[in-house]
């Protein structure tokens, strides 16, 4: 008689895909594709300042990410449409046995603008968190991106511990780069608190933004009254901005505050907070 097959492991996962696509028709941003597999969802598209930009809200209906999980994010924006993408609150990823991963792949064609501006990533301790962006501006294309990271739950008493957490960031336009980084921080890693690397802040926000300033605005941006650690630097096409924090609240008020400085210089609109933002 034949031994019986050993079970194999079984790790329920989520794998989830969103496909998005927008175009200006006439004097308006339309989304012109959305496509999604498995729990990945935009809620309806928004006109809150109008027809010129549409906004959309990217949502993770299971609200965590755990190990196993895979998310991929796609959008293109085409010739002289303008898109805003956020969220609407913190993105989670779970103590797991095993590595969970996050890509995302953007393109911006000549005359668009771009701006994703997702709330925090919160990684507990002992998440193994994996996750690459890649964003490809073509002729004049326009972007404001910017990403807000807290490693652990300090209110909780949780310090990163255990696990990791790493990112690569490649931005191009025209086929040439123009922004590359890579990061892996792993828990309880002497940088955590070394003055080199966060100085015992467990949050650290980047915000990027095409385009360049003239001296007062930038000094007006660098005296902006905050509770982080932050600077800015102004890079051949791209302006770069980041800190450290002692919350995510802090620092995403920080990038708010920046925004609302550099977008109408930058991009030509005031700036409209989202209104999910205050919810």
Known sequence: MNAPAPTALFTPSWHAQLELGYARIADSTRPVLRRHQ???????????????????????????????????????VGDNAWAQLTSPGAAKWYCANGPAFQQIRLKVAPGATLEWLPQETIVYSGAQAELSTEIELQGDARLCYWDMVALGRPASGERFDLGHFQARLAIHR??????????????????????????????????????????????????????????????????????????????????????????????????????????
Not at 47 to 58: D, F, K, L, R, T
Not at 199 to 212: H, K, Y
Not at 250 to 277: M, N, S, T
């Open 174 to 279: 025209d086929g040439q780069l123009l922004w590359h980084e890579r990061q892996r921080i792993l828990g309880n890693d002497g940088l955590l608190d070394a003055r080199i690397g966060l100085g015992g802040q467990p949050v650290f926000a980047t915000l990027l933004i095409s385009g360049e300033i003239d001296s007062d605005l930038l000094q007006r941006c660098r005296t902006v009254p905050s509770r982080v650690r932050g600077d800015l630097s102004q890079l051949p096409g791209l302006l770069v901005a980041r800190c450290l924090a002692g919350e995510a609240l802090h620092a995403r008020a920080w990038l708010i505050e920046l925004w609302r400085l550099l977008r109408p210089a930058l991009l030509g609109r005031d700036a409209v907070p989202p209104r999910i933002w205050s919810t």
């Open 38 to 76: 498995g729990p990945l969802r935009v809620q309806k598209h928004l006109y809150a300042e109008g027809p010129e930009v549409c906004q959309h809200i990217i949502v993770h209906p299971p609200g965590g990410i755990a190990g196993g999980d895979r998310l991929d994010i796609s959008a293109t």
